[in-house]
């Protein structure tokens, strides 16, 4: 059994679109930076201060602090992915030889994109978490990590489950799937509690219809002019009915780079063979579930489409966690706490 990781601190409320620009399954939470905003317990009970993310740097997808100058971490809620509200395709890479006009085109069409009940499910956790408070919050991030390179992923977010309230006994994680606003999706280093008990909430949530309802298996479908309402200071934005088809969000990300390259000339086939260059490891849940990790048959993304269909569900893939490296200010790996 791994340990377990702690930090408390205060959630932010305002982050929330529309006041803010935060996601429905991304959140800030602000940490008081002192011995007791963090800490480790190797028996899962009995925890004890660690001061080993002050000055840590995560190396992923580039390098960064994974407590900024503010005080602030990112915390990517374990499990959950949300309909997009704001998703823009990465920059060109220079792999990708594209002509000065290519690139220019590229970024031009490149906006940010959102997908049906992306504000929806977003107002819909900001009304939840403000019952509790006006401004800022406590709240309680949980990771099971046996060392501290497990938690963050390689955009340095931290990777665990949010609980406000309470004795911090509203887990947003669960909430947001048990209420229909996301959807349940797994990575392989989850534990088969932790997927289980998103499965039960994901019951729950079905009966709600929401995302569950809208949610499409068609890859050829794309809504072209649903582009993220960004707020402007002192601008009210009202919320309107967003509810509508959409694919899962970890597809959909694809798909908008494939469309975005494809727009321009910078690739021609169909969003399989883009996948197929692009391939991804993953396994079925049912394989994680019963064989573990080590033993799963590996597949890639491509391997689930058929035609413009992409054959499973959310819940019924888990993806590999692409790792990341933890150093001090010396550059030296933490690997312990």
């Given amino acids: 059994m791994p340990g377990l ?20 399954d991304t959140v800030n939470l602000v940490i008081d930076v002192n011995k007791q905003s963090f800490a480790f317990a190797a028996d899962g009970k009995n925890f004890k201060p660690t001061q080993v993310f002050f000055g840590a740097v995560s190396k992923g997808r580039g390098s960064k602090p994974v407590i900024s100058k503010a005080n602030k971490i990112t915390a990517r809620l374990q499990g959950v992915d949300a309909p997009e509200l704001h998703y823009r395709a ?12 290519r ?4 970024n031009a069409a490149n906006k940010e994109r959102r997908q049906h009940w992306g504000e929806a499910a ?8 403000t019952t509790l ?11 099971f990590v046996d060392a501290p390179k497990e938690v963050t992923d390689v955009y340095g977010r931290f990777i665990g489950n949010v609980g406000i309230g309470h004795q911090f006994d509203l887990d947003i994680n669960t909430w947001l799937v048990e209420h229909g606003w996301a959807y349940p999706t797994f990575y392989t280093s989850m534990s088969h509690e932790e997927i289980d008990e998103l499965l039960t909430a994901m019951k729950k949530g079905i009966k709600t219809r929401r995302v569950f309802k809208d949610y499409s298996k068609d890859t050829g479908l794309f809504f072209a002019k649903l582009l993220y309402r960004k707020p402007k200071k002192g601008e009210v934005i009202e919320l309107e009915d967003d509810s509508g088809e959409l694919l899962m969000p970890k597809v959909y990300r694809r798909q908008v780079t494939y469309r975005m390259q494809k727009q321009v000339g910078l690739i021609a086939g169909t969003f399989t063979q883009f996948l197929q ?9 049912d394989d ?25 569900r959310p819940h019924e893939i888990v993806f590999k966690e692409q790792p990341s490296t933890l150093v001090d200010s010396r550059g030296r790996e933490l690997n312990t706490f």
């Fill in 103 to 106: 690139r220019e085109a590229f």
């Fill in 277 to 285: 260059s692009n391939p991804e490891e993953c396994h079925t849940a």
């Fill in 133 to 143: 408070g006006a401004d800022a919050i406590d709240c309680e991030f949980l990771s």
């Fill in 5 to 24: 990781l702690r930090i408390r601190g205060k959630l932010d409320l305002q982050q929330f679109w529309p006041t803010g620009t935060a996601d429905a």
């Fill in 122 to 129: 977003t107002v819909a956790l900001g009304k939840k978490v």
């Fill in 288 to 312: 994680f579930l019963k064989l573990g990790v080590h033993s799963a048959p590996t597949h890639r993304l491509h391997d689930f489409m058929h035609g413009k269909t992409f054959t499973l």
């Fill in 90 to 101: 990465a920059p060109l890479g220079a792999k990708l030889k594209a002509s000065k006009a």
